[in-house]
T-cell receptor, first 115, second 114 residues
Framework: GEDVEQSLFLSVREGDSSVINCTYT??????LYWYKQEPGAGLQLLTY?????DMKQDQRLTVLLNKKDKHLSLRIADTQTGDSAIYFC???????????????FGQGTILTVHP | DAEITQSPRHKITETGRQVTLACHQT?????MFWYRQDLGHGLRLIHY???????NKGEVSDGYSVSRSNTEDLPLTLESAASSQTSVYFC?????????????FGPGTRLTVL
């Protein structure tokens, strides 16, 4: 079945790196996503990675994918107080089948950045 | 600018009442989705639509219904509200079902059922 797991809380100091982890169970996942939710707002797509990639970098964000262990991580370099938000990992379990276009989300990780 | 809006942003209702949450997008997207967000569960899919007159059940569809009479709107109806339906509801839309087509999310509706 489809299951995406994240730890609920992460607290870091401003300027440090943050690493948010996610595990998934569906081996047929083709795309994996990171969304950010700021307080009182909807979700915003941060980045995504195709399953045939190991790493993707986009400015301060680095996504690492370990397909063998079904583990996805999001690293935020030089974390700022404005990065405080909830971060969701999500997958499309089977992009060409019955899950067409439907996202399965993890529980979300609440990132708190201290000055 | 194109956007996706939800109304109301906050709603308090009583158990047993029928409630309808509105979702409107101006991107002319084919796909629209309704999710509920609860602490410890992330977002769970309630219903979704791939086009006009198309509706499908998601993971947690019991007690909810949707209809798609035009491209822009996908209202979500709670037939008889229950306290377990107290949650934050998000609507989303995407142009196609392609995996790289971003889902755009509305700002959410906070619903409290007393």
């Amino acid at each position: 079945g489809e299951d995406v797991e994240q730890s609920l809380f992460l607290s870091v100091r401003e300027g440090d790196s943050s690493v948010i982890n996610c595990t998934y169970t569906d081996s047929s996942s083709t795309y994996l996503y990171w969304y950010k939710q700021e307080p009182g707002a909807g979700l915003q797509l941060l980045t995504y990675i195709f399953s045939n990639m190991d790493m993707k970098q986009d400015q301060r964000l680095t996504v690492l994918l370990n397909k063998k262990d079904k583990h996805l991580s999001l690293r935020i370099a030089d974390t700022q107080t404005g990065d405080s938000a909830i971060y969701f990992c999500a997958e499309i379990p089977d992009a060409g089948g019955t899950s067409y276009g439907k996202l399965t989300f993890g529980q979300g990780t609440i990132l708190t950045v201290h000055p | 600018d194109a956007e996706i809006t939800q109304s109301p942003r906050h709603k308090i209702t009583e158990t047993g009442r029928q409630v309808t949450l509105a979702c409107h997008q101006t991107w002319n997207h084919n796909n629209m989705f309704w999710y509920r967000q609860d602490l410890g569960h992330g977002l769970r899919l309630i219903h979704y639509s791939y086009g006009v007159h198309d509706t499908n059940k998601g993971e947690v569809s019991d007690g909810y219904s949707v209809s798609r009479s035009n491209t822009e709107d996908l209202p979500l109806t709670l037939e008889s509200a229950a306290s377990s339906q107290t949650s934050v509801y998000f609507c989303a839309s995407s142009r196609t079902s392609g995996a790289t087509d971003t889902q755009y999310f509305g700002p959410g509706t906070r619903l409290t059922v007393l």
